[in-house]
């Protein structure tokens, strides 16, 4: 299987953007029978890409701050923005969604389907409520959806590292969400009638629980789960 993958975009001490993914992502995904593609966030044509390979799903990635305005906020000077990156990946959703291509999101790939879907972020340690770091943390979560809860079971433990993130104030009224914590933060969520899903945490880095995340990629190459539409 051959997916599409989104990469982080940053500057270099030369003040030149550089792409790069982390390795983990594709030792993690080749043990699973995928191979990924890596889509450069200087390109003007993800089209071509699409009409060149047999992709047949879209990766997410997590790195990078998304830009703010796009939601509505200012930007926050010690944030990571990629306007390049922003741009990629809303074209990248917008031919999932032609094609009908099953999308994984990961940590900041699932804020950006919220933010696509004209969600919002928060930035968790200026929330009030708000009363635990996710940032280098294993925390347990609840999976509220019932099918959901059926595959992966009722509490799962996964990693975290994110600053930012959203409660249901911030979740785009176009999507459902099937996992989250004690404290309101959302963990997992979904489109009902698209096969786009995301997820919080990082499958592809060291996990408390392994089986749920291969439960998860397994269900994204299959098309099942929330990729069953």
Same mark, same amino acid.
């Given at each position: 299987?051959?997916?599409?993958? #989104? ?11 550089v792409?790069? *993914?982390?390795?983990s ?30 992709i047949?799903g879209?990766i997410?990635?997590?790195g ?7 939601y509505?906020?200012?930007?926050q000077?010690? &944030?990571?923005? #990629? ?11 917008e031919?999932a969604?032609?094609q ?6 990961i940590?900041?790939g699932m ?17 009030? +409520?708000?009363?635990s &770091? ?7 979560? #609840?999976?509220?959806e019932?099918? &959901?809860?059926?595959? *992966?079971g ?5 990693? &975290? ?19 989250? +914590?004690g404290?309101g933060?959302?963990e997992?969520?979904y489109h009902?009638?698209l ?7 990082h ?11 291969? +439960? *998860?990629?397994?269900s ?9 539409k």
């Amino acid at each position: 299987m051959l997916v599409a993958i #989104s990469q982080r975009n940053d500057k270099n001490k030369y003040g030149d953007y550089v792409d790069s *993914l982390e390795n983990s992502y594709i030792t993690y995904f080749e043990k699973l029978g995928i191979k990924l593609l890596l889509i450069p966030n200087s390109t003007k044509e993800v089209e071509y890409y699409f009409k060149k390979f047999p992709i047949s799903g879209v990766i997410l990635s997590g790195g990078n701050d998304i830009d703010p305005e796009i939601y509505g906020q200012k930007n926050q000077k010690e &944030s990571s923005v #990629s306007k390049k990156r922003d741009a990629v990946e809303k074209r990248l959703l917008e031919i999932a969604i032609e094609q009908k291509i099953p999308v994984l999101g990961i940590c900041r790939g699932m804020q950006f389907i919220n933010v696509f879907f004209n969600g919002g972020l928060l930035r968790i340690n200026e929330a009030p +409520t708000i009363n635990s &770091s996710h940032v280098a943390k294993d925390h347990e979560i #609840s999976i509220i959806e019932e099918k &959901s809860r059926a595959v *992966l079971g009722e509490t799962v433990k996964v990693n &975290s590292y994110h600053e930012q993130g959203l409660s249901p104030n911030e979740l785009s009224s176009k999507l459902k969400v099937f996992a989250k +914590t004690g404290d309101g933060i959302i963990e997992g969520l979904y489109h009902p009638s698209l096969p786009i899903a995301g997820i919080q945490w990082h499958p592809e880095r060291k996990s408390p629980d392994e089986k749920v995340n291969h +439960t *998860l990629v397994e269900s994204f190459i299959k098309k099942e789960l929330f990729w069953k539409k």
